[in-house]
């Protein structure tokens, strides 16, 4: 047996987990087997197991090729001007759903990871990974309206961390609902309407 090379064994990893985006797509990541995507991927079921010890490695080195659209959108905190802090908290809510609407790959890992996956025994990681991406998240968020309302663009009854949740939960909420259906509205143009109003209201609100 002809032993491959680094290059080509990088080649047939990336080609299982090609796959595997595809399987569990169609699938979901319970109704998948090592099987199923060896032979999506055109390999034996022994070269998966060469490179992953089981599915839940398949679906973390999966999940570690993109970054997710809450992850992308971090930013440092400390570049916003105190004038432009709702700027800044704008363009960090906006960030995810552009993520999410210009990139096909992070669209069908956000699809799996949310909605095509079931996270029980040797998959909880993965979902505590993902709580903790959330809460730094919405801590930015929550930091960035606490510098709003020292600066006073927001009233002084605000709870940062209330508000935060808020416009998390607007942002969240798009994103599942479109990825289960794409079509049915355009992300980005929906998110500008939607988190402007928002911020419109916190504005009011002094």
Known sequence: MVRKTKAEALET??????AAEQVFLRQGV????LQD???????????VYWHFENKAAVFHAMMERV???CESAMCELEAAPADAVLDTLCSLAMGPLQELAGKPQVQRVFTIAIHL???????KIEQDQHRDSIQRYLGQMEGLLARAQQSGSLGSHLAPRTAALGLFSLVDGLMMHWTLAP?????VQVGQQTIHSYLAGLRSAR
């Open 67 to 69: 970054v997710l659209p």
């Open 30 to 33: 319970s109704g998948t087997s």
């Open 183 to 187: 079509d049915s509205f355009d992300l």
């Open 117 to 123: 996956t079931e996270y029980t025994g040797e998959m």
């Open 37 to 47: 995507i060896a032979v999506a991927a055109g390999v034996t079921r022994g070269a």
């Open 13 to 18: 990893r990336h080609q299982i987990l090609d």
